[in-house]
């Protein structure tokens, strides 16, 4: 059974928890778009681990990580986390592969990104960790890949040719200083001798796996909204997050994917700038943050929060063929007196149920609610569906039908225990 698991918001779901626990079942999991923009938090006992670029499979004994080629790769921050790792004693020899094809985030990328965004008038608030720029040069066929690293005659003539046009743009449009050729080519050849034992051909791999019948959990990153073609562009990450970024991410075809999981937050959150159409005033995003520890697994800063929006939900499940939800963060609504799902835009006296495009519709449409009652009790201790209050019942039956999909697991705190299976 080959599943993959998609955030259905803007990032920040849950996707870290809920993978670490589907992870006992699979064979493999893998990484297929994004890079070490992802903060993807696993609690196990009391320790907390947060996973950038390794996927969160990795604290399972005897399972394959994938680092696939649509990922792309910062070795700093790889390296990094394998030392993260390494220092809380979870092995990683055997278990992580990465793809040769990976393509490689170099520092001009990561400045680039800063100075972009401060010249830009609408801020898109970036991870500011390089993913456009370098996501811009594999489409502009510049890039430098993980292979190259491995090779110093051919990593030689890319980087000469990179540097050359990047330090006379970045002289002449950004007022930068430039770059060094030997500093940089010296490092990025001794973070490539670092991942060597690593690299694979991932491609042949997973499709081995299929041959194989294995099973393989694709892990996304980020969020549906978040994704380059179906989000709220251009406030959005540059990888294709959406179910159908796993067959470019992966060399698997469509047609070994079994099953897609959505993981949705009970509520929404949001991080960097965008339209965000159920967004709370003040005081409740400062409830909701404060309860939900609403704040970027990657860069710290705070999530913006706001209610359930099934508009987005219910485009999201169709986008991914989503058959499954994990929700999550139920617990976090438990002392609310009254919730509401967003179900429907109004937009110039008009009641719309579709997700507009349209940046002058998305700025001025007012969210039509649905109020239910609060539950006011602590639902982090429940372990079965039917001990929950009613009211979450009545709560979650509607954001089902609401969205069409299922809701299989049901999640009431961060650590593995704290997980309802439905
Ligand atoms: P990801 O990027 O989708 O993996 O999500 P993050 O790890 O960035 O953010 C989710 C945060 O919520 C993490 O701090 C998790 O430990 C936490 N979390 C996950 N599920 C639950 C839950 O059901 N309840 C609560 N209270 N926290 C949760
Ligand atoms: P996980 O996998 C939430 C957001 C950034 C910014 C936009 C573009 O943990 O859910 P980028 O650095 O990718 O060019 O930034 O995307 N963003 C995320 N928001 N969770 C994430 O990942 C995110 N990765 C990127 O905040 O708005
Ligand atoms: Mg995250």
Known sequence: MNTVLIGLQWGDEGKGKIVDILSSGVDYIVRYQGGNNAGHTVVVEDKEFVFHLIPSGILHKGKICVIAN???IDPESLIFE???LKKNGI????????????????PYHRILDKLRESKRAHKIGTTGRGIG?????????????????LN???FKEKLKDNIKEKSEIFQKVYNHSGFDFDEIYSKYLDYGKKMSKFVSNTPLLLQEAVRKNKSILFEGAQGTFLDIDFGTYPFVTSSNVTAGGVCNGTGVAPTAIDKVIGVIKAYTTRVGQGPFPT???DELAAFI??????????TGRPRRCGWFDAVIAKYAVSLSGVGELAVTKLDVLDDLK???ICTGYKYKGKIFHEFPHDFEVLDNICPVYKTFKGWNKDTSKVRKFSDLPKNAVDYLSRLEDLISAKITILSVGSKRAETIFC
Do not use: W
């Open 152 to 154: 110093p005659k051919v």
């Open 70 to 72: 649509g990922v792309v």
């Open 82 to 84: 394998l030392e993260y």
């Open 338 to 340: 009254e919730i509401s």
């Open 279 to 281: 967004e709370f005033h």
């Open 289 to 298: 943050r404060k309860k939900g520890k609403e704040f970027g697994a990657t």
């Open 133 to 149: 720029p370098c996501y811009s040069d594999k489409i502009s066929r510049c890039g430098i890949r993980v292979i190259d690293l």
């Open 91 to 106: 092995s990683i020899d055997n278990k992580l592969k990465i793809s040769q094809l990976c393509h490689v985030i170099m």
